[in-house]
């Protein structure tokens, strides 16, 4: 039976479970979204909290803030909006000068690993602070560790993991990603590296992510005698999880098909994505991952852009300038300049707008020293990198299909050029004279079901738009989530664990 804590009610405030994982890209996110979706349905109010996440994969709240990709999921698997406090530490990766530092939604500077590590104990009196506000307003709260616990390089002044558990005094979960193989020595080697007060603070362990549930609850009895932590879960790999966004760029070296296979007598809409170095918000393109005659590629370095392709999309950046260079490394300003004389079309999003046009300029530094270089030359517009970041949601009628969208716009640096006068979304955005050529600042355009029909038909006249809505596909994925979670996972273990 699932207790409800007075917390909701204006009480004492709610109890707490942390997710820990033996490593990175265990699972812990989306096993995070499947319980705070079961738990919801239970009648719980569940909150998800991660004190610290590391990922360009970013989404924008309603107050202007920003926090991880994967914790705007949580919220709506709890069925409430996004808050700053949900992920009150975010880093986001760019160029030279380390990672960009973003205290409860608002950038705080850049710093280097080793200068955040001296930065990182500063932060928490923020991560409890938020921690606290949740608290105040949940019957439960769901948090979500980062990486390992056991990363001895990252254990002093740690706030992500134990150095949160501890200070706010938090039992932990841990999870072991049983694909990667070798899941009781993942679970018995982090017991190892830990301290006798960190080992108590686990109470139990998940098997996550496997294709042979027989087998891991063998190896979870191994390491539940090896540890004396209990099992309270062996969770195998559930398809319907390959439609909901992913944390991070990590995601893309297993990424699975989201929804049936192309089995038309016509070959699909083929769209190809240079996987940049510092790609950010690829969850832009899920709804065209879930059509099922758009065939997606994400182009790996090394490999040439496909010349077959009937769309290119260049993706947001979290570093344009040093993408811009990476890009010409990779040979892909060639592979898109030829497409463009062939007449095949492009989008730029966000970053990947910038690129395209005749010039990126930083003359601040935002992105390291200060520096500029020509774009690409496919859009007559330049970028100046300078001014503060715009962070906000946006509702906009597009100019080419009168379509309504919904998304937001995360940038740094203002566009212009007579290639905007052609704006076709967003007063910043731009067109190409011949409309094969196309920029804008707005992510999440294409969850926009009547805009990406219609977009899809500008590549492919001839297309019928398929049933179903993708918001739709999300919301059920959530719920298939849940129930196989609820299926894998002992939920009244971990509600006695929560305190």
């Not at 949940?138 to 200070?167: K, T, W, Y």
């Not at 297993?254 to 296979?261: E, R, Y």
């Not at 892909?332 to 010039?359: F, T």
């Not at 990406?452 to 049933?467: D, K, S, T």
Request: charged share 20%; net charge neutral.
């Amino acid at each position: 039976m699932i207790s409800r804590s007075p917390a909701g009610t204006g009480g004492k405030r709610a109890r707490a479970l942390m997710i820990q994982g033996t490593g990175s890209d265990v699972g812990k996110s989306l096993l995070v979204a499947g319980l705070a979706r079961a738990l919801t349905r239970r009648g719980l109010v569940v909150r998800p909290f991660k004190p610290q996440n590391m990922s360009n994969n970013a989404a924008v709240t309603a107050d202007g803030g920003e926090i991880g990709r994967a914790q705007a999921l949580q919220a709506r698997a709890c069925g409430v909006a996004p808050s700053v406090h949900m992920n009150p530490v975010l880093l986001k990766p760019q160029a030279e000068i380390g990672a960009q530092v973003v205290v409860q939604g608002e950038v705080h500077g850049a710093a280097s690993a080793g200068a955040y590590r001296a930065l990182a104990p500063a932060l928490l009196a923020a991560v409890l602070d938020s921690f606290g506000r949740l608290q105040a307003e949940a019957d439960l709260v769901l948090v979500e560790g980062a990486g390992s616990p056991a990363e001895l390089n990252l254990r002093a002044g740690d706030i992500a993991n134990m150095g949160f558990a501890e200070a706010a005094d938090v039992p932990v979960v841990l999870v072991a990603d049983a694909s990667r193989g070798g899941l009781a020595a993942q679970v018995v080697g982090t017991h190892a590296l830990l301290s006798g007060a960190e080992r108590d603070r686990i109470q139990g362990v998940i098997a996550n992510k496997t294709d042979d549930p027989r087998g891991e609850r063998v190896a979870l009895g191994v390491a539940t005698a090896a540890t004396g932590w209990p099992g309270v879960g062996v969770v195998p790999w559930l398809a319907a999880a390959a439609c909901l966004p992913a944390e991070d760029a990590a995601a893309l070296d297993h990424a699975k098909p989201c929804g049936s296979a192309w089995g038309g007598s016509k070959r699909p809409v083929r769209v190809v994505v240079p996987r940049l170095s510092r790609l950010s918000n690829f969850d832009d393109f899920d709804p065209l991952r879930a059509e099922p005659d758009v065939a997606l590629t994400f182009v790996p370095p090394g490999q040439p852009l496909s010349r077959d392709a009937d769309l290119v999309i260049v993706p947001g950046s979290k570093a344009s300038l040093a993408d811009l260079a990476f890009l010409r490394a990779q040979g892909w300003d060639l592979d898109l300049r030829a497409h463009a004389r062939a007449g095949g079309r492009i989008l730029g999003l966000c970053g990947g707008y910038q690129m395209l046009g005749r010039s990126v300029a930083d003359p601040e530094g935002v992105e390291g020293e200060a520096a500029a270089a020509p774009g690409l030359g496919l859009l007559e517009v330049d970028t100046v990198l300078a001014g503060a970041k715009v962070l906000r949601p946006v509702w906009l009628t597009d100019r080419l299909w009168g379509k309504g969208v919904g998304g937001y716009e995360m940038h740094l640096g203002r566009t212009q050029g007579p290639d905007t006068v052609r704006a076709w979304l967003g007063a910043d955005s731009a067109r190409s004279a011949d409309g094969r050529i196309l920029g804008t600042y707005v992510h999440g355009l294409f969850a926009e079901d009547a805009f990406r029909a219609a977009f899809l038909a500008w590549l492919r006249p001839e297309r019928q738009a398929p049933e179903g809505s993708f918001q739709g596909r999300v919301e059920a994925a959530l719920d298939a989530l849940a129930g196989h979670v609820a299926a894998s996972v002992d939920l009244d273990a971990l509600d006695r664990m929560a305190r």
